[in-house]
C-alpha cells in the first residue's frame, strides 16, 4: 500500500520552519515501512534559496534520522507512467489538517492539536494496514530479507541462519536498524 504522510502537525508538532518535537509517529511509521507499504512525504515544506532555508530537507532527514525509508518526497515515483496530474497517488493520506484523522493537544510540548499516534495505529490495526496477529511471520520475512514466508522456513533453516549471521544481526538490532511488531 501506497501511504502519502503530512509532516508538520502530523510527524511532529506544529513549529515550521523549524522541526517540531515528537508525538510519537516514528515507531508507527517503521512499522509500516516493515510491513512493505511504501511511504510518500507529503507536505507544504519546499526548500528557498540559500543554505540555511532548506525546509524541505530538513523533514526528508528526520525521516533518515529515525530510520524511515521514504518512497517518494511530494511525488509517487511509479505515478508519471500513467498520470500528469499534480495530485499524487496514494491508497490512504494521513494528515493532521483531514477530515477524521485523530487528534490530540498537549500545551506542554505544543500550541496547536497534532496527530494522534497512539489513535492512528489503533484505526490501521482496523484497518488492517498493520497486523494484528502473525506479526512475527511479518517481521521475520522482512527482518531476514527471504522471499518466502518464514513459516515455510524450517526451524533447523533459521537457526542456522541466526547462528551464522548472529554478530552482524545482533549489532543491527542494537543499532536499532529493526524493530520487531511482536504480540
Not at 511532529?12 to 516493515?34: F, N, Q, S
Request: with cysteine.
Amino acid at each position: 500500500m501506497i501511504i502519502a504522510i503530512d509532516f508538520d502537525g502530523t510527524c511532529v508538532t506544529h513549529e515550521y520552519p523549524k522541526i517540531g518535537k515528537d508525538i510519537g509517529a516514528a515507531p508507527v511509521l517503521r512499522k509500516l515501512v516493515l510491513c512493505g507499504h511504501k511511504l510518500i512525504l507529503w507536505t507544504m515544506r519546499d526548500n528557498k534559496e540559500g543554505a540555511e532555508n532548506q525546509y524541505l530537507a530538513e523533514a526528508v532527514n528526520w525521516f533518515s534520522e529515525n530510520r524511515i525509508d521514504l518512497f517518494g518526497v511530494n511525488e509517487n515515483p511509479g505515478q508519471s507512467s500513467w498520470s500528469k496530474s499534480p495530485k499524487q497517488f496514494a491508497h490512504l493520506y494521513i494528515d493532521d489538517a483531514s477530515l477524521g484523522c485523530p487528534l490530540r493537544y498537549d500545551a506542554s510540548i505544543g500550541a496547536r492539536p497534532f496527530a494522534d499516534w497512539w489513535a492512528i495505529e489503533q484505526k490501521l490495526l482496523e484497518m488492517a494496514v498493520l497486523p494484528r496477529g502473525g506479526h512475527q511471520a511479518v517481521t521475520l520475512n522482512t527482518f531476514f530479507g527471504r522471499v518466502q514466508s518464514p513459516d515455510k522456513m524450517t526451524a533447523e533453516a533459521l537457526i542456522s541462519y541466526i547462528a551464522k549471521n548472529s554478530d552482524s544481526l545482533i549489532d543491527r538490532v542494537r543499532k536499532n536498524e529493526y524493530y520487531f511488531l511482536g504480540s
